[in-house]
């Protein structure tokens, strides 16, 4: 079976930590979209690191890990992701007899146009942009939707660069449009691209499905890996503030080739609060002082782009949305310990609608709703969790906080993390009356 790990916010959840924990039950580890936009951070030994396109697996000794068909690759990331992990001595390429490390040929090229058409974009835009990681993801999915897109196997081709420049002059003329000056840092960007495509030869690029399939049939165990969160889901998320992929469970499928009947458990991971990098809508978000303080105590700056996360309570109503559209089977409640320093807790229950009528749904146009929350109030626990790893041990307060959670949501939380190294974390066999 195929087990799914997704975020249930608009991403920055704490996904990497959970794949790196969960990682020992499984043999092979795969993201399924999204590209170098997504910053999933582990830590352990003392050592921080963010991943942003290898699957939060490559940690784990005898696992293999799978960059499938439904990511966006950018050759000049992964190349200095490699050069980051040169540190752990960790063998990736093809030398060994199976590669620790693989690369869905299928999965699409990013070239250096791509994020200076993201930039062009997002300038045209003015007030109205979309918060952009300028990481030319949206550009590469549009491309790969169009049909005009370079994907990893392409790189193997005898006239590849014929390829590349028949696609870049397309993006140039799309840059000549928009006024956009590309040529006095194109030449350089393209140098460092084709000396990290030549870079990537080394590595075991394959038809991925074929392996995922090959492993289920074996019996082995797959962990698929999600990258940003449900609310930033193309079709699902709060549109047109959203990313370019499908980050639903349903993107497992399409982004690693495997059939819906072969999805087991789905672990949602949500933080005890809330957290948005960029623009769009944000129902609880915290303007003043209390926001502050949750983003300087939960170090919310964002791991790929270090842009400051608008902080907010949690909001139950589209943790719901995100619980049911998933299929979500088990919950991961992250960074609990961030709300140790507050005497008094919220939680988004229901939305009040401008007719003053109260729901739990979300509008369909979350952006221009006129939505107010309606919390419940929970004492805090006023306490350090660090030495915590039993559920019988924590405070009161958090036991409370966790058992109305799972009561409103009809879910098990399975994990409770209370600090960022992999060592804590409470497993919480929870069982629901």
């Not at 030319?136 to 081709?157: F, M, N």
């Not at 840092?185 to 030549?198: G, Q, R, Y």
């Not at 961030?338 to 109260?358: P, S």
Request: hydrophobic share 40%; charged share 20%; aromatic share 10%.
């Amino acid at each position: 079976m195929v087990d799914v790990l997704l975020g249930l916010q608009w991403g920055d959840e704490g996904k990497g930590k959970i794949v790196d924990v969960l990682a020992p039950q499984y043999q092979v580890v795969a993201r399924f979209q999204g590209g170098p936009n997504a910053g999933h951070t582990l830590e352990f030994d003392g050592i921080k690191h963010v991943l942003h396109q290898i699957p939060s697996g490559i940690f784990r000794s005898d696992i293999q890990n799978i960059i499938g068909n439904g990511v966006v690759l950018d050759p000049i990331v992964f190349r200095r992701e490699i050069d980051g992990l040169a540190k752990f001595n960790l063998d990736l390429t093809r030398n060994r007899p199976v590669a620790r490390l693989m690369i869905s040929k299928k999965a699409s090229l990013i070239v250096p146009t791509h994020s200076l058409l993201d930039a062009a974009y997002e300038k045209s835009k003015g007030e109205s942009k979309i918060g952009s990681t300028l990481r030319g993801i949206g550009p590469t999915y549009q491309d790969k939707v169009a049909r005009l897109g370079l994907r990893v196997g392409d790189i193997l081709s005898p006239n590849f660069h014929e390829k590349y420049n028949r696609l870049v002059s397309l993006h140039k003329t799309t840059l000549d449009h928009y006024g956009f000056d590309y040529q006095s840092v194109l030449p350089a960007a393209e140098a460092e691209f084709f000396s990290a495509i030549a870079f990537m030869k080394q590595f075991e690029l394959t038809n991925s499905e074929y392996i995922i399939n090959d492993a289920l049939t074996a019996g082995r165990k797959v962990l698929a890996e999600g990258a940003q969160g449900s609310l930033l889901d193309i079709d699902f998320g709060s549109y047109p503030f959203v990313t370019s992929s499908t980050t639903m469970t349903a993107g497992a499928c399409t982004g690693l080739g495997i059939a819906p009947r072969q999805i087991g458990e789905v672990y949602g991971i949500f933080k005890a609060y809330c957290t948005r990098v960029g623009s769009g809508p944000f129902p609880t978000e915290l303007l003043e002082e209390t926001g502050e303080q949750m983003r300087q105590e939960g170090r919310e700056f964002g791991s790929t782009t270090g842009r400051p996360r608008r902080c907010g309570w949690l909001d139950l109503p589209a943790l719901k949305y995100a619980i049911m559209l998933n299929g979500v089977t088990q919950l991961v409640m992250m960074k609990v310990d961030v709300l140790n320093i507050f005497d008094e807790i919220k939680v988004c229950t229901h939305y009040k609608t401008a007719e003053g009528t109260l729901t739990e749904q979300l509008p369909y146009d979350l952006v221009d709703a006129d939505v107010t929350p309606v919390y419940k109030s929970f004492k805090g626990w006023k306490t350090s969790l660090e030495t915590f790893h039993s559920f019988d041990e924590v405070p009161t307060e958090l036991a409370a906080y966790i058992s109305f959670l799972e009561e409103s949501l009809g879910l098990p939380i399975s994990f409770i993390s209370t600090g960022p190294d992999r060592e804590a974390i409470i497993h919480r066999q929870a069982q629901l009356a």
